[in-house]
């Protein structure tokens, strides 16, 4: 019989898709398996099993799990500086505050704001996942297009605030500097009974009005005015800020000799013919004096959409027509298509998306507007006055490639990136320019669509979901075609991608120098994604834990989640936790005991809960609590402190173990895993095909912590197969890492 032995030398691809099974003639089925669960993957090709998780806090009812959302409770970063941290968590109506300390990295709950009607997350409106966020400073700014942006605002050390998001104002309170669009049809005309003051009626030439517009504001011109009243689809009451007036550019005026009509230049006055106008501050033209051009006057004749002509009251004396008048205002309340509504409103809907990009304040998404994107003014995140376009003043964009698309992300990167329902965009400026209304456009990239999971940046490109919830791909700019793609980098583990709710990124922590990718599943497993853009490195890999991961997000170093599992209660509770490096279990703990009695344990876990038990290199064993005590003397005696969790599974599952030989590859033919010998690194525990690694022999001193092994180890293996697999795995929660693996196969 022949024997032939076959290494595996790495696992830097990680878990694959079971439809590669056969792909034998791949350098990646070799470098891979068919699972890779519970472990990281290292950078140099070797796996190490990840770290356990400590418990910060139970949420016990507040909020209560229901298992009918897909997200009960949200977690979300808040990072003013290095040493001042929190962690906000969201849930239906509630806010609640954990603070990292500054001193000992301990996580405690300083506040819970209630009674947040506009926080919806009920299972008739699941909004959680939906909503986006951007934090700067003392502020995040909170988005969902059914609700006003709000900002949670940090007013203290240990305090919070919640209000909604309020553009500024000019000095005299006549201008608020918000986005306003023209969402009536061509063509429609607003007329007012006055030009200024309140309780004027404002009337359209088509049905346009409902109830939700009462306090939304209007921009006829250059005034703005606030709907006090509903009265019908035509009809409201409204206060005008200010006077109905614009202003006219200088030398706005023109005569013709002899004659008393004058032309004026105003851009889209939307005027008619007999409209009432009155002019002020406008100089002579013509040889026509000022007192017979200011004061009120009618619309003889349109010209064009900018030119409107009305007669003075004596005819010019200029010899040849004459352009002049100085820079003219108008007031009117009649008939005008010059007209807007603020974009932003319970009518129209709030922006989706919101980011920070080179100093201004986006957002994006609206119900009416799905493809609108608006920036602030540099520097100035409450004013979105587009002014005369200059390089500071805000911007209102379209992204108008063709198809309406709605835009639920903005992710700052290289570039300012779009993601929507139906593609992937940017807005470009020129090389090393910051985006200004002059240069902004916006570049329709990749077809594929996103989630409503938020983009992450990761290894120099933005990680984001297929709309489908079926793949991650990664979009990033290439010199090669001068343009960004979106390849699909779970391609190799498609599996692993389980319509997703959340992802999050380190970049390395918990003891790793590598970066990784966190994708919240919705069946509450976390696929792993790590890569190493400049060795061409990358892999998945796959974590689960007793009851589910719900929510997570990183801290800077420091990878936080929220999980769903039973304290043995017999009810699913929520519950904060880290992960931390000195964990071995999940859910995890530092218990002290007397007499290897632990007690005082329902402050942690519920009476009835199954939990292991492990004190410096030993297992305890596993018991089930019990007048919140666990009793571990017939172990071991005289133990005064130890680790108590849930402990998991790390298992690798080699593919079919195969070879090419003299008359083609093993495929398919009945052949035996004689022996597998590992090569292992401060391991205290592993398994072969459930075989277990003896530590100790009956010689050893038992009183002694067992010593970790780094080195080879040998396991003999029985049974034929057509297709052989080796299983790793642990019996005992304690540290285990391969570095690869030779298997001698007999055929």
């Not at 013919?273 to 009618?298: E, H, L, Q």
């Not at 010209?303 to 004596?314: K, P």
């Amino acid at each position: 019989m022949a024997r032939i032995r076959i290494p595996q030398n790495s696992f830097q691809f990680g878990e694959i898709s079971p439809a590669l099974t056969s792909r034998t003639d791949s350098p990646i089925y070799t470098n891979s398996a068919e699972k890779v669960r519970n472990f990281f993957i290292r950078g140099e090709g070797g796996v190490v099993k990840r770290p356990g998780t400590k418990r910060w806090y139970n949420f016990d009812s507040s909020p209560l799990y229901s298992s009918s959302l897909r997200q009960t409770l949200r977690i979300e970063p808040f990072i003013f500086s290095d040493d001042e941290q929190y962690i906000i968590g969201f849930s239906n109506t509630q806010i609640d505050i954990f603070q990292i300390s500054p001193t000992d990295a301990t996580v405690s709950k300083i506040q819970t704001i209630t009674s947040q009607s506009w926080l919806v997350n009920t299972a008739s409106k699941p909004y959680l996942e939906e909503y986006t966020f951007a934090q700067q400073g003392d502020i995040m700014f909170i988005c969902h297009q059914t609700i006003g942006t709000r900002k949670l605002t940090r007013t203290s050390l240990t305090t919070f605030a919640v209000s909604t998001f309020a553009f500024e104002t000019s000095v005299d309170s006549e201008h608020i500097f918000q986005p306003y669009y023209p969402f009536q049809g061509l063509g429609v005309t607003i007329t007012s009974n006055g030009t200024s003051g309140s309780g004027r009626t404002l009337t359209t030439s088509a049905d346009y009005f409902v109830s939700d517009h009462v306090g939304v504001y209007l921009k006829i011109g250059d005034a703005e005015a606030l709907i006090t009243g509903f009265t019908n689809a035509t009809t409201v009451t409204a206060t005008i800020l200010g006077t109905l007036r614009h202003q006219l550019d200088n030398d706005a005026l023109k005569t013709a000799e002899g004659s008393g009509t004058i032309q004026v230049t105003h851009a889209l006055h939307g005027l008619a013919v007999g409209a009432s106008i009155v002019i002020d501050r406008a100089g002579t033209v013509g040889g026509i004096a000022i007192g017979n051009i200011n004061g009120t006057r009618t619309v003889t004749a349109i010209v064009n959409e900018n030119v409107y002509e009305f007669t003075a009251g004596s005819s010019a004396t200029a010899t040849s027509s004459a352009d002049g008048g100085g820079a003219p205002r108008i007031a009117t309340g009649s008939a005008t298509t010059e007209w807007q509504e603020q974009s932003y409103s319970a009518v129209r809907g709030f922006p989706g998306a919101v980011t920070l990009h080179q100093n201004r304040l986006w957002f994006a998404g609206t119900l009416a507007q799905p493809d609108g994107i608006w920036g602030s003014k540099t520097g100035q995140y409450f004013n979105f006055d587009v002014g005369t376009a200059e390089d500071n003043d805000a911007l209102d964009l379209t992204a108008n490639v063709g198809e309406i698309f709605t835009i639920r992300h903005l992710v700052s990167n290289r570039d300012l990136q779009v993601f929507t329902t139906g593609a992937e965009l940017f807005v470009q400026a020129p090389t090393d320019k910051p985006v200004t209304p002059a240069n902004a456009q916006i570049r329709r990239q990749t077809p594929y669509g996103a989630s409503f999971v938020r983009p992450t940046v990761f290894d120099g490109a933005t990680l984001f979901i297929q709309k489908t919830g079926t793949a991650l791909r990664e979009f990033l700019f290439t010199d090669a075609e001068a343009s960004y793609t979106s390849v699909a980098v779970s391609q190799l583990a498609p599996h692993l991608i389980v319509d997703p709710v959340q992802q999050t990124s380190i970049k390395g922590a918990l003891s790793r120098s590598e970066s990784y990718d966190f994708i919240l599943n919705s069946d509450g497993t976390i696929a792993v994604f790590y890569s190493i853009r400049g060795d061409n490195k990358a892999g998945w890999s796959l974590w689960d834990t007793t009851g589910k991961w719900h929510s997570i997000c990183s801290v800077h170093e420091r990878l936080f989640v929220a999980s769903a599992r039973d304290d043995g209660s017999g009810t699913t509770k929520l519950f904060l936790e880290e992960f931390q490096v000195d964990m071995p279990m999940d859910f995890c703990n530092v218990f002290s005991a007397s007499n290897s009695v632990f007690g005082s344990l329902t402050s942690h876990f519920s009476n009835g809960a199954v939990v292991k038990a492990i004190s410096g290199n030993d297992f305890l064993g596993e018991f089930t609590i019990a007048n919140a005590e666990i009793d571990a003397s017939s172990a071991k005696s005289s133990v005064s402190t130890g680790f108590i969790g849930y402990a998991f599974t790390p298992l690798i599952t080699t593919l079919p173990v195969d070879a090419g030989v003299q008359g083609g590859p093993l495929t398919g033919e009945p052949r035996r895993v004689n022996r597998v010998v590992l090569d292992l690194n401060s391991t205290l525990a592993v398994s072969v095909n459930d075989k277990d690694l003896v530590f100790r022999n009956v010689t050893d001193d038992m009183s002694n912590d067992r010593i970790a092994i780094t080195g080879k180890e040998e396991f003999r293996i029985l049974g034929y197969s057509r297709d052989p697999r080796i299983s790793i795995s642990q019996s005992f929660p304690f540290s285990l890492q391969i570095n690869g693996m030779i298997m001698e196969v007999s055929f």
